[in-house]
């Protein structure tokens, strides 16, 4: 599975975008793209995963660039309920499931 | 909608005990996952099961086991704790879904151990 790079932290005001970027650049072509995050002590929850198109869902965007070795979560209307640790995770799409390797993510304090 | 169940909670044991953590995944999914995260750490993947056979293992120790019944519930044993076993256990589960791009991984609330 490739290798992610993700900022350390990141700071957001209260009802502004959140922009979160990670880096993959060693990504294969049959590799995804997924988003979980983690809420203080509780379980990781997915956000959104994607191969190369840009995708939304309810909770959040996914924009990947033309080359796939780079994406950005956005969350278009932070709020303080948003603080968790993103954490941005690649691999490959298997039918049963497949364990999820959590690197270091990005810690988002979103701020009144 | 039904989430998965973690039991205990939480969980108080001396070095060199015993623990059985029991996870219900939710109805109809058929994998389970097993994570670790110690303190100040990212989850770190330990052991899955689908359809009652283990599926993928990581970074387990050997005093581990765990296995999935016939119902698809799951209980990790883990034996002559050590303090460093202290941690946030989280079992995970979802469905295999064949033909579709993604089956996420749906995570219970953890059970906390903490070894004396």
């Known amino acids: 599975d490739a290798k992610t790079t993700q900022p350390p932290s990141m700071d957001c005001a209260e009802g502004r975008a959140a922009n979160l970027p990670c880096n993959h650049s060693?990504?294969?072509?049959?590799?995804?793209v997924y988003w979980y995050r983690q809420i203080h002590s509780q379980g990781p929850q997915y956000i959104i995963h994607?191969?190369?198109n840009n995708e939304t869902n309810e909770m959040a965007s996914l924009i990947i660039t033309e080359d796939r070795k780079s994406s950005t979560l956005i969350l278009p209307h932070a709020t303080l309920r948003d603080t968790a640790v993103y954490y941005c995770?690649?691999?490959?799409?298997?039918?049963?499931?497949?364990?999820?390797?959590f690197g270091q993510g990005t810690e988002l304090s979103v701020k009144p | 909608a039904a989430g998965v169940i973690q039991s205990p909670r939480h969980l108080i044991k001396e070095k060199r005990e015993t623990a059985t953590l029991k996870c219900y995944p939710i109805?109809?999914?058929?994998?389970v996952y097993w994570y670790q995260q110690g303190p100040g750490q990212d989850p770190q993947f330990l052991i899955s099961?689908?359809?009652?056979?283990?599926?993928d293992k990581g970074s387990i120790p050997d005093r581990f086991s765990a296995q999935q019944f016939s119902d698809y519930h799951s209980e990790l044993n883990m034996s002559s704790l050590e303090l460093g076993d202290s941690a946030l256990y989280f079992c995970?589960?979802?469905?295999?879904?064949?033909?579709?791009?993604?089956?996420?991984?749906?995570f219970g609330p953890g059970t906390r151990l903490t070894v004396l």
């Open positions: 099961f689908y359809e009652k056979m283990q599926s």
């Open positions: 060693t990504i294969s072509g049959n590799e995804y």
């Open positions: 995770i690649v691999r490959a799409y298997y039918n049963q499931g497949g364990k999820l390797i």
């Open positions: 994607g191969l190369k």
């Open positions: 995970a589960s979802s469905l295999a879904a064949w033909g579709s791009s993604y089956n996420e991984q749906f």
């Open positions: 109805p109809r999914h058929d994998t």
